[in-house]
C-alpha cells in the first residue's frame, strides 16, 4: 500500500511539489529560529564563561524599569572606591582589574551594544576582562601605551570601506588619537566582539574621566570564595552592585526572554502552517479520490488500510519538505553569513528535531484527511447511474 | 449441498427526503456451488441493491444474507471487509480500475490486500492476465487500454483471492455488443472450466442467456426464474420472459 501511496504522490507531481516547497519553506524557517537561538545561548554560554570565578562591580543604572547591562556604560566608580575594592583578602592580583567601558559608536538598535567601544584596563591585568577568550593573532597584551588589542567586530569596524579586519601591526584612529593593534580576538560574544582594549590611564585620559572607572572586576582565588567576596563588597560598599556569573546569567536570561519567546512563537507557527498545508492537500486529494477509496473498500480494504494509506501519502510529502529544507537552509545561510560548514554543523545537530517534526505534521496532517477517507461508502462512491 | 450464497427474506429499504423506498422487498434466494445466476430487470428494478446485499457492501434492513451458511448480519464491518476481500470478487459495470496502477498493478493489489507473499503474487498476476488474455498488456495503465481489456483486467483482479462467488454488476453495460459477448464468454468458460459460481446483474437478455439460471426482478420483487438448457431452450425461454416482460 506504501507503493500505492507513493504513486499518488507522483501522479499530481506538481501539487506534490508546491505542497513539498511550501513545507521545506516553513521547516527552514523553523531552522532559522533554531538557529539564531542556538546562536544566542552560544553566544550567552561564552560570555558568561569569562565571568567564571568573578565579580563584576558596577553602580546600578538609575532607571530600575531598565534592565541591568554588564558592563554598564552609565556606571561611575572613583579611583579610591576602585582600589579600596581591589585590596580585598583573598583575590586573585592578575585577574583583577579595574576597567572603563564607553561605546565609541552608536548600537544598531536600542538594547543592543555597539558595534564598538573602548575597554580601558590596567597593563597586565588584561585576562580580568579578557577570561579564557582566544586570540586570532598577535597578542593578548598591553606592551605600552598607544597598543590596543580589538575585538573581531572592532577589527571589522576599524577596517572601513575597504571590507577587510584591521590586521596586527596597522594603526587606528580612536578619537584622534593613533593607536597600534597588537592583537585581535577571535570571534566573541556580543559584550567583547567590539572591544578596543586599551591601557586604562589612556582610556581615562581620551575620555576625560582621570578619576573614576566604570566597574571593577575582582577574581577570586577560588570559586568558593566567590561568595565571601561578594559579601565584603556589598558591606563595604551597598550603594554598588555586586554580580557574580549567575547573577549576570539571570539578567541576561530576563533580556533573552522575550527573543526566546519570540522564537517559539515562529517555531510554533511553523508547524501550524506545515501542517495546515499539508492537510489541506490531503483533504483534496481524498476527495478528488473519492472513487478509487470506493473501489478499495469494495474489494476489501479495511478502514484501517485506508487510514494508512493517507497517513504514508502525507507522511510522503512532510518527509521530503524537510530533506529540502535542509540544503535550502544551508544555502540561505552561506549566502548570508555563516559558512557552510557552520550551516551543516546546526542543520546535523537539529537532524533529529527536524525529522520528528517532518514525522509529526506529516501524521498530524493526515488525521482529518484520513478520517475522511475512511468514511467513504463503498456504494456512494462507486454509484455510477 | 450447501449453498454458497442465501437471501432469506431480505429488503432493503432507503430513506429519501423522508420518503422511504422499497429498493428491494422480501427476496428469497438461494445460489448452488457453480452455479452462473443471472438477476435480470430493468433499470430501477433493485437488482444492484440486491448484488450490495449479497456481497456483503450493503446491510438489508430486513431479513439476513448467508454466506456458506454464516449469517452476514452478525459480521463486523472489518469482518465484511474480510469476506469481501478473501471471499468475493467484484466486477463493476465501469471497471473501476486504479488509474495509477498498471494492469498487473491492479491484479496485485488485491492480493497485497490480503497479504499475499510477493513471490506468490507475481506469478498468480501473470496466470490470471494471461487466463483472460492480457499477459502482453500487464504494465500498461487503465487509460492506455480498451473497454473490454479493462473489464478483463476487472475480472482478473475480481478472481485474484480465488474468491468463491463472483459478482458482476453490469459487466457489459460500457462495452459494445462484441467486446460484451467476448467478456460474457470468458465469464462463461470460468464457470465451466473452473466451477466458479456467479451472480451477474444485468438488464440485458442476450447477456442473461449466458447464465445457468435467470431471475426476473421488478419493483424490488422476483418476478419470475428460470432454468436455461440449451441454446434452443434458452431462445425460447428468454423470449418468454421477455414477453412477460412486456
Known sequence: ?385 | MESIVAAKDVWRVYQMNGVSVEAVRGIDLSVEPGEFVAIVGPSGSGKSSLLHLLGAMDRPTKGDVFFGGQALSGLSDGQRADLRLRRLGFVFQTFNLLPTLSAAGNVDVAMRLAGVGHGERKVRTADLLSRVGLADRADHLPRELSGGERQRVAIARALANKPSLLLADEPTGNLDTQTGAGVLELVRGLCDDDGQTVIMVTHDFRAASYADRVLLLRDGSVRGETRLEGEQDTRETLSRLLAAEL
Open chain 1, 1 to 385: 500500500m506504501y507503493r500505492l501511496a507513493l504513486r499518488n504522490v507522483w501522479q499530481h507531481r506538481v501539487r506534490s511539489l508546491l505542497t513539498i516547497l511550501g513545507v521545506a519553506v516553513a521547516v527552514q524557517l523553523y531552522l532559522s529560529m533554531t538557529s539564531m537561538i542556538a546562536s544566542a545561548e552560544s553566544d550567552l554560554e561564552r560570555q558568561l564563561d569569562t565571568l567564571a570565578g568573578k565579580l563584576f562591580v558596577q553602580r546600578p543604572m538609575t532607571d530600575e524599569s531598565m534592565l541591568e547591562e554588564f558592563p554598564s556604560p552609565s556606571s561611575s566608580i572613583s579611583l579610591e572606591v576602585a582600589d579600596e575594592l581591589l585590596a580585598i583578602d583573598g583575590l586573585d592580583e592578575s585577574a583583577s582589574s579595574a576597567i572603563l567601558y564607553l561605546p565609541l559608536a552608536k548600537p544598531p538598535a536600542p538594547g543592543s551594544p555597539p558595534p564598538t567601544c573602548a575597554v580601558g584596563i590596567e597593563a597586565g591585568h588584561e585576562s580580568a576582562f579578557l577570561g579564557p577568550l582566544q586570540l586570532e593573532a598577535g597578542q593578548g597584551t598591553l606592551p605600552d601605551a598607544d597598543s590596543v588589542v580589538l575585538g573581531q567586530g572592532a577589527a571589522e569596524y576599524y577596517g572601513g570601506d575597504s571590507g577587510e579586519p584591521v590586521q596586527v601591526g596597522q594603526s587606528i584612529q580612536v578619537l584622534g588619537r593613533s593607536f597600534r593593534v597588537v592583537g585581535v580576538l577571535q570571534r566573541a560574544p556580543a559584550v567583547h566582539n567590539g572591544i578596543v582594549m586599551m591601557d586604562l590611564p589612556v582610556a581615562q585620559e581620551l575620555f576625560g574621566r582621570p578619576n573614576s572607572v566604570s566597574a571593577v572586576i575582582l577574581s577570586a582565588t577560588s570559586i568558593e570564595d566567590v561568595g565571601r567576596v561578594k559579601s565584603q563588597v556589598e558591606s563595604l560598599h551597598p550603594e554598588l552592585n555586586a554580580a557574580t556569573q549567575e547573577d549576570v546569567e539571570e539578567n541576561v536570561l530576563e533580556v533573552y526572554a522575550t527573543v526566546y519567546s519570540l522564537a517559539d512563537m515562529v517555531n510554533t507557527v511553523a508547524v501550524v502552517v506545515v501542517i495546515l498545508f499539508v492537510m489541506i492537500v490531503m483533504i483534496i486529494a481524498v476527495m478528488e479520490r473519492r472513487k478509487d477509496i470506493g473501489v478499495l473498500r469494495a474489494i476489501g480494504a479495511r478502514r484501517w488500510t485506508i487510514f494508512v494509506l493517507i497517513a504514508v501519502e502525507s507522511l510522503a510529502l512532510s518527509l521530503a519538505g524537510a530533506v529540502l529544507a535542509a540544503p535550502l537552509w544551508m544555502l540561505i545561510r552561506v549566502f548570508v553569513e555563516v559558512g557552510i560548514v557552520s550551516a551543516a554543523e546546526v542543520v546535523l545537530s537539529n537532524w533529529i528535531r527536524i525529522g520528528l517534526l517532518a514525522v509529526l505534521a506529516g501524521v498530524g496532517a493526515s488525521l482529518l484527511p484520513a478520517w475522511r477517507a475512511v468514511q467513504v461508502d463503498p456504494l456512494e462512491a462507486l454509484r455510477y447511474e
